[in-house]
Nanobody, 128 residues
Framework: QVQLVESGGGLVQAGGSLRLSCAASGRTFSNYAMAWFRQAPGKEREFVSRISWSSRATYYADSVKGRFTISRDNAKNTAYLQMNTLKPEDTAVYYC?????????????????????WGQGTQVTVSS
């Protein structure tokens, strides 16, 4: 089992920045790819970003590309999501997730079903 705890959410004005953290415990953190998803009110949860176990590969949703940066520190068992130039449409609950690094998971990195473990989420609210 892997336990994931997100932090760093909050209220920010449009154009501002936040950094989310996802602290992992349990099984070896470096064995897993990490991802961020988000769910806005009344909408389905959507993929935001993914990082491979080695940090060599990163993926982003088009809506956040160029504004968000995913990273990880395997020594600290923590993944991060740096969010810059935030927009009101970024308002959502942000979830981190951990999953395996199989070729299938690399191909379908944007699917929720790829990830085995989930945090409880942290609220990000961007005011206009």
């Amino acid at each position: 089992q892997v336990q994931l705890v997100e932090s760093g959410g909050g209220l920010v004005q449009a154009g501002g920045s936040l950094r989310l953290s996802c602290a992992a415990s349990g099984r070896t953190f470096s064995n897993y790819a990490m991802a961020w998803f988000r769910q806005a009110p009344g909408k389905e949860r959507e993929f935001v970003s993914r990082i491979s176990w080695s940090s060599r590969a990163t993926y982003y949703a088009d809506s956040v590309k160029g504004r968000f940066t995913i990273s990880r520190d395997n020594a600290k068992n923590t993944a991060y999501l740096q969010m810059n130039t935030l927009k009101p449409e970024d308002t959502a609950v942000y979830y981190c997730a951990a999953g395996s690094s199989t070729s299938y998971s690399v191909t379908y990195y944007y699917r929720e079903s790829i990830y085995d473990y989930w945090g409880q989420g942290t609220q990000v609210t961007v005011s206009s």
